[in-house]
């Protein structure tokens, strides 16, 4: 295993520690799939420099409360109020910063947030921020090009295009930022109704409109684990894009290794996106995007596999299937409700 590096140090951070004198993560969507993940990361790493502040908006919760007993300290926001955040991000040294599309189905609402948490890390001091971004597509495909459908009358893929506009915004800010862009959740298959289902033949099948194209894909744990590595590496990550995927799969190769998994046949059906647009992908027209998003994440894809993209030694992690094998383990134990959706 990669030796530890010594995280970047500066005056100011030296002010922004916790009361064990580590320095303060404050971790925005703390119970949800990517912050949970990152505030598990600082808690097992029991001799890392970094404390876990878990921000949720209801610190009564069951998620709330279990972060509290395994030492995170626990303290209550809305994104929608910059003034909960000044007060949450007061004191931290890093702050990571994510939106969740799928509870609203309004990029606009997740660009508000988004500012909101840049202005509140800006006027804190924070001094290293985490934003959790994805590609704003409109910059390979424009609103004029027919081969995409513009969806409410601004967007291609509206929860990519609404997190990659806010990038700028911390970039004017001036706020010291590291940008994340994540991949497509294992766990997708699992929360979002989008696992091997029964045809009209009795057989299983996963559906996706991608054809013969591989997805990049991640078990949503791997973010977190992937964020405290970028906090650990320093400030040298500031001004920075990393681009992370845990594998890069086929449709095929899914459905074979979910047979293999589940110890019955899974085929794969490759479908226009006219017929994906019907699928119970959550949110009104937005199952049409995630053809989108594929064509957008094929390209990508090839970047996150370059010597572009910063080499981060990330603690116990094991990419490409691990994910994968969490899911076909949820599915062998029906574990499919909908009604467990994580706030990503």
Known sequence: MATRKTPRRTKKADNKKSALGKRIIAVVGATGAQGGGLVRAILNDKNGPFAARAITRNVDSE????LA???????AADLDDVKSLKKAFE?????????????HLKP?????????????????????????????????IPLSDDRMPTLMGKYKVPHFDGKGEADDIFRKLGVPTTFLVTSFYWENFIYFGMGPKKGADGKLAITLPMGTKKLPTIAAEDIGKTA???????????GKTVGIAGGHLTGAQMAKAMSKALGQQVNYNAVP???????DFPGPRISATCSSSTAISNRTAVMRGTSARPRLSIPSYRPSTAGLRRTNLEFRLGSKSASALPTI
């Open 63 to 66: 998620k709330a409360k279990a």
């Open 69 to 75: 007993d395994a030492g995170a300290e626990v303290v």
């Open 91 to 103: 004191g931290a040294y890093g702050a990571f910063c994510v939106t969740n599309f799928w509870e």
């Open 108 to 140: 606009e609402k997740e660009i508000s947030q988004a500012r909101n948490m840049a202005e509140a890390a800006k006027e804190t001091g924070v001094q290293h921020v985490i934003w959790s971004t994805l590609e704003d597509t409109r910059k390979s």
């Open 228 to 238: 405290y590595a970028i906090f650990d590496e320093g400030s040298e990550m500031i």
């Open 273 to 279: 996106p006219a017929a994906f647009e019907g699928s």
